[in-house]
């Protein structure tokens, strides 16, 4: 299994990034996707998932600036980011497991793989 994630990079406050997530090795319909964040020195935070039926969720800080999705017949995984802040500022991580999680979504414990990581960055 094998997560890859892209589109990282510098912006400022205010604008727009969108990370993608490329899946492979597994059936990636039928698995809960979830993208994470980490910034230095705090601990990994959810961000959003989506699960098969493409119910989404959202953690408060990001609810109406961020939107995840995905496509299954390219087997990848979008965040699109908008409204950045300088606290959005981290290392983000997209995360696959094949049990469901509803509620639990948000605990990276609760997921088996993971990507690499992209950093994102935002400027004041």
């Known amino acids: 299994v094998q997560l890859v994630e892209s589109g990282g990079g510098s912006v400022q406050s205010g604008g727009s990034l969108r990370l993608s997530c490329v899946v492979s090795?597994?059936?990636?319909?039928?698995?809960?996707m979830g993208w994470f964040r980490q910034a230095p020195g705090k601990g990994r935070e959810g961000v959003a998932s989506?699960?098969?039926?493409?119910?989404?969720r959202y953690a408060d800080s990001v609810k109406g600036r961020f939107t995840i999705s995905k496509d299954n017949a390219k087997n990848i995984l979008y965040l699109q980011m908008s409204s950045l802040k300088p606290e959005d500022t981290a290392m983000y991580y997209c995360?696959?497991?094949?049990?469901?999680?509803?509620?639990?979504?948000?605990?990276?414990?609760?997921?088996?793989?993971w990507g690499q990581g992209t950093q994102v960055t935002v400027s004041s």
């Open positions: 995360a696959a497991d094949p049990v469901w999680k509803g509620a639990n979504w948000y605990l990276g414990s609760k997921y088996q793989y």
């Open positions: 989506i699960d098969r039926a493409s119910t989404t």
């Open positions: 090795g597994v059936t990636y319909s039928n698995y809960f």
